[in-house]
């Protein structure tokens, strides 16, 4: 146990039962769940622990706030989705969906962080935001090759078509992955990082070359993105600008990275778990609120205009930043004092 | 007083070196005015952003929110006043207009106040926590408007006497835009006047240069933020008013969405210089319009090239502010 | 001696983690000219920060005249009368020499009188008033930020570093204008050049690593040349 979690224990009773809770709920989700929409919620779970572990090992361990995360998790959902669409749901070009996605998303990782790492934090972010953008436009502009605005709808190789094992696939990939991005914030590396998140000045006067960790740890993260991004694509079957791309993606994530705990991977799970569980069943929950509160007196009546089940992001929103200001390591934090 | 006059020189050189790929010189007439228009738009949404962040070294991504509701509370003002709009009098146009423009920015002033006190205070020098925070905001305020003024998409009309465009010659000019472009420059000669000529001026842009210093000579420059904040976020609601008219529809998320063209603007323009603001925004709005007749497909994406060959040349925006 | 009109004691200043002053005490004497002396790294330029309130003292107490001054926000420090000069000069390069004169007139316009003298002391403020203040030498700045500091009367000056990069000749003209400055004024300097130093100083305080380690008059100082190389590595006839 201690060299699969690298060390890196909850530290907390609280914590670890629900991580063994949603690791459970996760595995033995096709029998414990029934119906589509639950295994739906249960792979995407799985998927967005990866990436929202992925952009903790950016911005909770290194310090970096980019709003370039999601492009990479495009890349990797092109990168399945054209080879499976344009070349054929095979094996072979799948691998080299995901070895392109692979060499598109190094390059751009090492052009944005040699690039901007040198730059002021509120530069490097806005640069990001453009940069994102712009890829956006790119993806909804060459309708030829990703199916713009509609994005690829696509077929898998014949293993994949059970839903079963599509999503025992997708989430055993994504576990290893996590414990992977795991060994390496608990590594050598990891820790000059966090030193470097610290004090970047002290970390150079010891002689570290921060520009080269931080670069080496904007590709690790976008890799991983990427990983998430083809899992995605590929228990979706499709791909497109708004599975991937869009900025409430991006909103998305931060909210998760926040709210779970910042700089502690365990907070990925939380977040992730509690954000896609209550994007899925807590608009519900709301609904049931709202219509019980329709018979408020008249000066209350914007009480059902808040529980309102579309409104369930203007929660998340108020709980993040609270998170933010009183809780900087969020659940995870909170659980561990 | 050596002013650099290279960037300002750019607008007209840009416009100039539009006319060869633009035959048709009416047209060209008409898609300029449409390009200084939209930048005088973008300038008016951005330039409240530029100068906070270059006087008090804040970076409020939640400055969509306070164009979002400047546009939804003048739209509650303008559908109210729905006679006088639709009247065929430029004066009863106008009197609707007034108000609406006052409350657009009287309630984008107020959110900005309440941003600066409660939201931002805290988090004063730790741009980490400023970014996550003012992103928050953003979703949270555009959550509110929609739990006050619905879900929907509120459309806009242009006041009577303003839709429609007037030839001059062969070249059809929109009158909304001339509209557009008076109130911008008007804008503009105000916020130069006062920078330039009145000691809160002054203030500010030693302000903007080094606080430090401006503290230890005896001025309490930190009461000016608020001010500042709260005049931003006014302007930020003019321009969300104007640029709804322009796009004849309100939505919660217009402000979100012209984040990203405002961040280019700004630098662009440099980070805390209002000039610099201005030239940005106009040579965004002139190549958004531009290569929007000759190449739409690029056109989205032209704002972004314009962005990395500005900074190939100026790395730190055109008219670089003390801060680094 | 004279009442002291400065007197810091035990002030400690913590940057981040690093502890830089550690418990300094000295005080400065009403109309004199207290140089600030050390090696690099000493402390200097905290010390005049954490008075000026640029840097906030973790402990101790610094005194002006009667009044504790120790946690006074910095703007309220210039408005009792003390004036700061720092290492990089502060001016504000897009403003012109003219605008950056206004702001040190708080009372809202100069005064004629003292800008004549001014402009006798540095004949370049006046050749370059409505030029921006970035397009000057290093020496024209500096000038400037002491015109700035002088524009009106003030009870105390802090000054860092006045003399460094300038020309010989700046310099004398430096030494002018603070002999003129002293007779109304206390002066705290911080000072790499001895010439400077001894022509002008009246007190000596010797910084090394955040402490106080000798005070005394400048003229015992200069007299003792074993206690300058000891003190500051070097002897006064060095940086002529």
């Known amino acids: ?337 | ?324 | 001696m004279p009442d002291a009109l400065l007197a810091l004691e035990a002030v400690n200043t913590h940057i981040g983690q690093y502890h830089i002053l550690q418990g300094v005490s000295f005080s400065v004497p009403q109309n004199s000219l207290t140089m600030l002396l050390g090696r690099n790294g000493a402390g200097k330029t905290t010390c005049l920060r954490t008075i000026m309130g640029l840097w906030r003292a973790s402990a101790g107490s610094v005194k002006f005249g009667e009044k504790e001054i120790t946690r006074t926000p910095t703007p309220d420090l210039a408005r009792l009368g003390i004036a700061y000069v720092p290492e990089n000069m502060g001016i504000f390069a897009g403003l012109t020499v003219r605008e950056n004169m206004l702001l040190a007139a708080r009372g809202g316009a100069l005064d004629d009188k003292r800008l004549e003298w001014i402009f006798g002391l540095f004949p370049a403020m006046k050749k370059f008033w409505g030029s921006l203040a970035g397009n000057l030498s290093g020496g024209q700045k500096q000038m400037l930020a002491i015109s700035r500091a002088i524009a009106e009367p003030r009870r105390l000056l802090l000054v860092d570093e006045p003399t460094k990069g300038l020309a010989p000749a700046i310099i004398a003209a430096m030494i002018e204008a603070f002999r003129e400055v002293k007779r109304d004024a206390t002066l705290v300097v911080v000072e790499q050049n001895f010439h400077f130093a001894r022509t002008l100083g009246d007190a000596v305080a010797v910084m090394d690593s955040g402490r106080i380690v000798h005070t005394g008059t400048m003229s015992a100082l200069a007299a003792d040349e074993a206690m300058q190389q000891r003190l500051l590595g070097l002897s006064l006839d060095a940086h002529q």
């Open chain 1, 1 to 337: 146990m201690n060299w699969l979690l690298s060390g890196d224990y909850p530290r907390s009773r609280v914590l670890a039962a629900l991580l063994i809770l949603v690791f459970v709920g996760l595995a033995l989700a096709p029998f414990v769940f029934p119906g589509t929409r639950a295994l739906n919620v249960a792979a995407k779970v799985a998927v967005f622990i990866l990436l929202v572990a992925s952009y903790d090992l950016l911005l909770g361990y290194t310090g970096i706030v980019s709003f370039a995360h999601t492009m990479f998790f495009g890349i990797g959902g092109y990168g399945i989705g054209i080879a499976a669409a344009k070349l054929g749901p095979t094996w072979i070009n799948l691998g080299l969906g995901i070895f392109v996605s692979s060499l598109v998303t190094l390059a751009l990782a090492l052009a944005i962080g040699l690039l901007s790492l040198r730059v002021r934090a509120i530069f490097f972010a806005m640069i990001t935001l453009a940069v994102a953008s712009f890829f956006q436009i790119l993806a909804s502009q060459l309708s030829d090759f990703t199916g713009g605005e509609d994005g690829i709808n696509f077929k898998l190789p014949e293993l994949l078509q059970s839903r079963l094992v599509c999503y025992y696939g997708v989430l055993v990939i994504s576990c290893l992955l996590y414990l992977v991005l795991l060994r390496i914030v608990n590594s050598p590396f990891g820790r000059v990082l966090q030193s470097i998140r610290e004090n970047e000045f002290r970390a150079e006067a010891l002689g570290y070359r921060t520009v080269a960790y931080r670069s080496v740890a904007n590709c690790l993260g976008a890799f991983a993105a990427t990983a998430a991004g083809a899992l995605y694509a590929l228990w979706l079957r499709y791909t497109g600008p708004d599975t991937t791309l869009s900025f409430s993606i991006m909103i998305d994530l931060l909210l998760m990275v926040v709210i779970g705990g910042m700089g502690t991977m365990y907070g990925a799970v939380i977040g992730a778990t509690l954000f896609v569980v209550a994007q899925n069943y807590l608009q519900d929950l709301m609904k049931l609120a709202a219509d019980a509160t329709q018979a408020l007196p008249s000066f209350l009546q914007f009480v059902p205009g808040l529980l309102h089940p579309d409104r369930w992001l203007l929660w998340l929103g108020v709980l993040f930043i609270v998170c933010v200001y009183y809780f900087p390591a969020g659940i995870v934090g909170r659980l561990r004092r």
């Open chain 2, 1 to 324: 007083m050596k002013t650099d006059w290279i960037p300002i020189a750019l607008v007209p050189v840009l416009a100039v070196a539009a006319l060869p790929l633009i035959p048709n010189t009416p047209t060209w007439v008409t898609l300029t005015v449409a390009g200084l228009a939209m930048g005088m738009m973008i300038f008016m949404m951005a330039s409240g952003l530029t100068l906070v962040f270059g006087l008090m070294d804040v970076m409020n991504f939640a400055h969509g929110a306070f164009i979002s509701v400047g546009a939804y509370a003048a739209a509650s003002v303008l559908i109210a006043m729905k006679g006088d709009m639709q009247a065929a009098s430029l004066a009863a146009n106008l009197s609707a207009m007034a108000p609406a423009l006052l409350a657009a920015m009287a309630l984008a002033g107020l959110l900005g106040w309440f941003f600066e006190r409660v939201v931002i205070r805290p988090v004063y020098g730790d741009h980490l926590k400023q970014i996550l925070v003012t992103m928050g905001g953003l979703i949270v305020v555009e959550q509110l408007i929609h739990v006050v003024w619905g879900p929907d998409i509120i459309p806009l009309p242009r006041p009577a006497t303003l839709t429609g465009s007037v030839l001059f010659g062969d070249a059809a000019i929109e009158r909304y835009r001339m509209l557009a472009v008076l109130v911008g420059l008007a804008v503009f000669a105000a916020m130069w006047l006062v920078l330039g000529r009145t000691k809160l001026g002054l203030l500010i842009r030693a302000g903007v240069e080094n606080t430090e210093m401006v503290e230890s000579l005896g001025y309490r420059i930190r009461r000016l933020f608020v001010g500042v904040f709260v005049a931003g976020s006014a302007l930020a609601g003019l321009g969300g008013v104007m640029w709804a008219m322009y796009q004849e529809s309100v939505s919660a998320g217009m402000g979100m969405q012209m984040m990203v063209v405002i961040f280019i603007v700004i630098i662009i323009g440099g980070l805390g210089s209002v000039g610099g603001c201005f030239v940005g925004a106009l040579l965004v709005g002139l190549m958004a319009n531009y290569i929007g007749y000759v190449a739409p497909k690029l056109a989205l994406g032209s704002n972004i090239l314009l962005m990395v060959l500005v900074l190939l040349w100026r790395p730190r925006g055109l008219y670089p502010v003390g801060k680094a």
